[in-house]
Nanobody, 123 residues
Framework: QVQLVESGGGLVQTGGSLRLSCAASGRTDSNYFMGWFRQAPGKEREFVAAVSWGGRSTYYGDSVKGRFTITIDNAKNTVYLQMNSLKPGDTAVYYC????????????????WGQGTQVTVSS
């Protein structure tokens, strides 16, 4: 019953920045982490970042650490992904995930997924 809606994707040149948002509704008490994953055509889904509600704990995928920052606004039930120094390899559909149970860097730890937002980084 949790609904996740991503926004903020778009087209940007190499080196540019985008900020993604994920608004959650119907959140349950067991939804401890919110996560971002991405998937490019022909590639496996890749972990990007995760943050606990309250923002006390964060995890980042190796490919994005130092460039991306995940934050959460508990009052708005919204998680953000600030993406800087974007590269063509970051081009993918980015998905927000919630209702985490287990390791927050595993996609199968999440019960609910948003519809995705396209990020395209041109070269």
């Amino acid at each position: 019953q949790v609904q996740l809606v991503e926004s903020g994707g778009g087209l940007v040149q190499t080196g540019g920045s985008l900020r993604l948002s994920c608004a959650a509704s119907g959140r349950t008490d067991s939804n401890y982490f919110m996560g971002w994953f991405r998937q490019a055509p022909g590639k496996e889904r890749e972990f990007v970042a995760a943050v606990s509600w309250g923002g006390r704990s964060t995890y980042y995928g190796d490919s994005v650490k130092g460039r991306f920052t995940i934050t959460i606004d508990n009052a708005k039930n919204t998680v953000y992904l600030q993406m800087n120094s974007l590269k063509p390899g970051d081009t993918a559909v980015y998905y927000c995930a919630g209702d985490q149970v287990g390791r927050p860097w595993r996609g199968d730890a999440y019960h609910y997924w948003g519809q995705g937002t396209q990020v395209t980084v041109s070269s």
